[in-house]
């Protein structure tokens, strides 16, 4: 099991960056994948980025070249920097954390909320 904690959200002008924050309770390394989603109001869950524990990322088309996922194992966390945002960016963007394969369990923080004003 893992606990996840997001920060990082606020409130942005468009054109703007934020770095968001997760924050991991274990090892990121024993983690087979962690992830950025969000969520607007009326609208499904969606991916916005991955990276799997061999290193490879993966990214929504209308986030690529915009976002960037990374991650600092030495302090469990995991970052997504966000750069020229949209007000369709705006959501609640939650961490997750798969682990596992065969049944595998997927964890979520608690989100932090984003707002990008036109």
């Known amino acids: 099991q893992v606990q996840l904690v997001e920060s990082g959200g606020a409130l942005v002008q468009a054109g703007g960056s934020l770095r968001l924050s997760c924050a991991a309770s274990r090892s990121i390394v024993t983690i087979g994948t962690m992830g950025w989603y969000r969520q607007a109001p009326g609208k499904q869950r969606e991916l916005v980025a991955t990276?799997?524990?061999?290193?490879?990322?993966n990214y929504a088309d209308s986030m690529k070249d915009r976002f960037t996922i990374s991650s600092d194992n030495g302090k469990n966390t995991v970052y997504l920097q966000m750069n020229n945002l949209r007000p369709e960016d705006t959501a609640v963007y939650y961490c997750?954390?798969?682990?596992?394969?065969?049944?595998?369990?997927?964890?979520w923080g608690q989100g932090t909320q984003v707002t990008v004003s036109s």
């Open positions: 990276c799997s524990h061999d290193g490879r990322t």
């Open positions: 997750s954390a798969i682990i596992g394969t065969t049944p595998w369990d997927q964890y």
